[in-house]
Nanobody
Framework: QVQLVESGGGLVQAGGSLRLSCAAS????????MSWYRQAPGKERELIAG????????NYADSVKGRFIISRDNAKNTVYLQMSSLKPEDTAVYYC?????????YGQGTQVTVSS
C-alpha cells in the first residue's frame, strides 16, 4: 500500500534551518508529483511546496518562497524540504503528499517548532 513517512522535524531557534525527508513506497515514485503541506494549530492544512515527477519544476507558497527548497531523489524514493531562515510562524506539523490512485495521500507528519 501507499506509504509516506516523514522525518527530520524538531525544535529550532528562529533563523535556523532544518531538512525534512519523506520516504515513499507502494507506488512508482518517479511517476508522481510530490508536495509538502503544513498545518499550524487552529489553522487549515496549507500547500507550501510542490515538485514535478522529474524534479524539473517546483512551486512555492508566497509564505515560504525564497526560504524553503523542495527537491527529490527518484533513486531513493525520497522527497526533501530544506527550510532556512525559519520563523516562529513556520511552527506546524509538516506532511508530504502525493495524489495516487485517485486519492490525495499524506504521511503521518513531522512536528517543526520554531522558537523566538
Amino acid at each position: 500500500q501507499v506509504q509516506l513517512v516523514e522525518s527530520g522535524g524538531g525544535l529550532v531557534q528562529a533563523g535556523g534551518s532544518l531538512r525534512l525527508s519523506c520516504a515513499a513506497s507502494g507506488f512508482t515514485f518517479s511517476r508522481y508529483a510530490m508536495s509538502w503541506y503544513r498545518q499550524a494549530p487552529g489553522k487549515e492544512r496549507e500547500l507550501i511546496a510542490g515538485i514535478s515527477n522529474s524534479g524539473g519544476s517546483t512551486n512555492y507558497a508566497d509564505s515560504v518562497k525564497g526560504r524553503f527548497i523542495i527537491s527529490r531523489d527518484n533513486a531513493k524514493n525520497t522527497v526533501y524540504l530544506q527550510m532556512s531562515s525559519l520563523k516562529p510562524e513556520d511552527t506546524a506539523v509538516y506532511y508530504c503528499s502525493a495524489y495516487v490512485r485517485d486519492w490525495r495521500r499524506y504521511g503521518q507528519g513531522t512536528q517543526v517548532t520554531v522558537s523566538s
